[in-house]
């Protein structure tokens, strides 16, 4: 199994920057690809980035492309979203996700194990 732990969510000003970090623990060698999702009260979750775990490639929703960045570091089996620019339409609770099947995958059915999640809060 594999365990995901983000951090680095909060209360930010809109324009300014947040960076979510997401740790994996466990069998991470079975990861070849990771994500972000966000989840607004009331709505949908929707599909933030997705980034291999192999090459590096990457994927993002159009709601955040050029706006937000992911990246990841293998040695330290940890996957990153850096938030710039931040909107009040931005503000929800973020979840990384890990799956052993995909390198990118935009669907969240294509995930095998997901985080708890982080708030983010970005004020008008």
């Known amino acids: 199994q594999v365990q995901l732990v983000e951090s680095g969510g909060g209360l930010v000003q809109a324009g300014g920057s947040l960076r979510l970090s997401c740790a994996a623990s466990?069998?991470?060698?079975?990861?070849?690809?990771m994500g972000w999702f966000r989840q607004a009260p009331g709505k949908e979750r929707e599909f933030v980035a997705t980034i291999s775990v192999a090459g590096g490639s990457t994927n993002y929703g159009d709601s955040v492309k050029g706006r937000f960045i992911i990246s990841r570091d293998n040695a330290n089996g940890t996957a990153y979203l850096q938030m710039n620019s931040l909107k009040p339409e931005d503000t929800a609770v973020y979840s990384c996700?890990?799956?052993?099947?995909?390198?990118?995958?935009?669907?969240?059915?294509?995930?095998?194990?997901w985080g708890q999640g982080t708030q983010v809060t970005v004020s008008s």
């Open positions: 996700a890990a799956s052993q099947r995909f390198s990118t995958a935009r669907s969240r059915n294509s995930y095998d194990y």
């Open positions: 466990g069998r991470t060698f079975l990861i070849v690809g």
